[in-house]
């Protein structure tokens, strides 16, 4: 069975610093690995997605995120956050391909911005 | 333009009463999902189906019934509401055939049982 841990439910940082958003992953099969964001009141974005190519996968907002199968992590990082960041992110699992896909989710990290 | 859909937005109800949620994608995806994101934003599927059949069943009470009436559409129905049904649903969607295809979110349903 595929799982996702999120450590740390909520993160703070200053605007301007970086941002880490942990994740680890646990799967049978090589995985496919998702981060969505979530603000307030909406539904989920894609921010990237791993799918075994380029093990640092590059998003949208100037997110990336790198695949480390011995680590069996897929960490998010943005070099200088933005007061835009604040938001709910999810990283998400993902065991099958071409469609009818199960994602398995963390339980969210939330991202405050200090200004 | 809206890609994925759904109403209400809010939904305000007593325990035991029974109700409908609207999902609708104008993407042309073949694939369509219910979630379930709890008081603590635990996201977890409930349904998905694919082309109108149903693929996924997460062991969800039989009070809840998915509809898919045409693959733009998938509404979920549920009988006997109970306060534990609170929380807000989400419906997605994607296209089949896609490796490790972006599911699209809706905005969200809200519901409140009382």
């Known amino acids: 069975a595929q799982s996702v841990t999120q450590l740390g439910s909520h993160v703070s940082v200053s605007e301007g610093a970086l941002v880490l958003l942990r994740c680890n992953y646990s799967?049978?099969?090589?995985?496919?690995l998702f981060w969505y964001v979530q603000y307030p009141n909406q539904g989920l974005q894609l921010l990237l997605k791993?799918?075994?190519?380029?093990?640092l996968v590059k998003g949208i907002n100037g997110f990336e995120a790198e695949f480390k199968k011995s680590e069996t992590s897929f960490h998010l990082t943005k070099p200088s956050a933005h007061m835009s960041d604040a938001a709910e992110y999810f990283c998400?699992?993902?065991?099958?391909?071409?469609?009818?896909?199960?994602?398995?989710f963390g339980t969210g990290t939330r991202l405050t911005i200090i200004p | 333009d809206t890609a994925v859909s759904q109403t209400p937005k809010y939904l305000v109800t007593q325990m035991g009463n029974d109700k409908s949620i609207k999902c609708e994608q104008n993407?042309?995806?073949?694939?369509m999902y219910w979630y379930k994101q709890d008081s603590k934003k635990f996201l977890k599927i409930m349904f998905s189906?694919?082309?109108?059949?149903?693929?996924i069943n997460e062991t969800v009470p039989n009070r809840f019934s998915p509809k898919s009436p045409d693959k733009a559409h998938l509404n979920l129905h549920i009988n006997s509401l109970e306060l534990g049904d609170s929380a807000v649903y989400f419906c997605?969607?994607?296209?089949?055939?896609?490796?490790?295809?972006?599911?699209?979110f809706g905005p969200g349903t809200r519901l409140t049982v009382l």
């Open positions: 997605a969607s994607s296209q089949e055939g896609t490796l490790a295809g972006e599911q699209f």
């Open positions: 799967s049978s099969v090589p995985p496919y």
């Open positions: 791993y799918t075994s190519a380029a093990t």
């Open positions: 998400a699992v993902s065991e099958s391909n071409f469609g009818n896909e199960k994602l398995t």
């Open positions: 993407l042309g995806h073949d694939t």
């Open positions: 189906y694919n082309n109108k059949e149903l693929i």
